[in-house]
């Protein structure tokens, strides 16, 4: 005499369970991050020159490199450029400093070199939501920043 399990309701349990959690779990969407763009202002007048003394500038090169100096870059005004990098006792500890945070005009200008990495972008963008920073700008590199950059790296 043989014995014989009928396995049709566990087949029936398992795909009961199989719905059942399909149809409760939630998917994950993709965070993105809003940023709003300027308008343009109709007259050019209206926009205010930025002093050197209410900016930070942050320089992105290759190699996962990252510079900041305080100032607008002008040569004449000889800004010491520090190293620093993408953690958070790196690049945040600036933008959180009583420097950074104390000055409520203070805009912080971002300039990728040509051979920085997207992922630097959104890194440094990152870092922007994260210290609450609302001023912000993504601008081209100068001349003068580059030189800047090649005189920190050749020391």
Known sequence: MSTKIDMTPMVDLAFLLLTFFMLTTTFSKPQTMEINMPVKPENEEEQMPLKASNALTIIMGENDKLFYYYGLGDPADNPEVIESDYSANGIRKVLISPKVRGNDKMTVL?????????????????EMKITDTKKFALVDITENDKKLVSTKLGQ
């Open 110 to 126: 971002i300039k990728p070199m040509e051979k920085s990495r997207y992922k630097n972008v959104v890194d440094i963008l990152d």
